[in-house]
């Protein structure tokens, strides 16, 4: 089935250790979001890609960066979390704009957690 | 983008049908309608989506009031594994699909 995928589930850092996550798709989908969720909260969207244009969430840290290095697969760096990181990551894409709507499809997420 | 008002939680039967309302007052006439739900340590997933028609596909049906400002998400038969919060979210289609979550309504389906 196509999906997205968010590898690994749970990732443990150390405070300040960079850490890399990663999402794929078979959805073949040019939009790849990456939202934050903390607990208790609802997500919130951090950047997305269209194709390989960036697109940076105004308040989005400069601690978090993305890479997108091909249709499938988007990574998201925390260059140096803070306990205040730890998170749920999702990972969403969409099909490119021009139809009704859009329909975003999540991945399960990785909870990161920082030590 | 249009922000939304959803009740914090709802308690439903399990076999009876969900009704989760939506207020969206401030809603603008090409934005859409967008329900996910999010099933705990899962991510978010999609129910279903209109812009001034009702909808129904195979998980549920969207009523959208004639002036748009408010609508209402029915899940007909509500079975333990629809527990999840619900999300009413309101999006421009030009705005490479961003959603902004809100709090949602947290429903549980008892037996």
């Known amino acids: 089935d196509a999906m997205v995928i968010q590898n690994p589930r749970y990732q443990v850092t150390q405070f300040g250790k960079p850490v890399t996550l990663s999402c794929s798709q078979t959805?073949?989908?040019?939009?790849m979001y990456w939202y934050q969720q903390k607990s208790s909260q609802a997500p919130k969207l951090l950047f997305h890609?269209?194709?390989?244009?960036?697109?940076n969430e105004a308040d989005t840290p400069d601690n978090f960066q993305s890479r997108r290095p091909n249709t499938s697969f988007c990574f998201l760096d925390i260059r140096s979390p803070g306990l205040g990181d730890a998170a749920m990551y999702l990972c969403?894409?969409?099909?490119?704009?021009?139809?009704?709507?859009?329909?975003?499809?999540f991945g399960p997420g990785t909870r990161l957690t920082v030590l | 983008d249009a922000k939304t008002t959803q009740p914090t939680s709802m308690d439903c039967a399990e076999g009876r049908a969900a009704n989760l309302p939506c207020n969206h007052s401030?809603?603008?006439?090409?934005?859409?309608v967008y329900w996910y739900r999010q099933i705990h340590s899962q991510g978010p997933q999609y129910i279903i989506h209109?812009?001034?028609n009702n909808e129904t596909n195979e998980m549920a049906s969207l009523i959208i009031t004639e002036d748009r400002k408010s609508s209402t998400l029915i899940l007909p038969h509500a079975t333990l594994r629809d527990t999840a919060v619900y999300y009413c979210?309101?999006?421009?289609?030009?705005?490479?699909?961003?959603?902004?979550f809100g709090a949602g309504t947290q429903v549980v389906v008892t037996p």
């Open positions: 969403a894409t969409s099909i490119s704009p021009g139809l009704a709507g859009f329909v975003q499809f």
């Open positions: 959805l073949n989908h040019n939009v």
């Open positions: 890609y269209y194709d390989k244009d960036f697109n």
């Open positions: 401030t809603i603008s006439g090409n934005e859409y």
């Open positions: 209109g812009l001034k």
């Open positions: 979210i309101v999006g421009l289609t030009d705005s490479w699909g961003k959603l902004q």
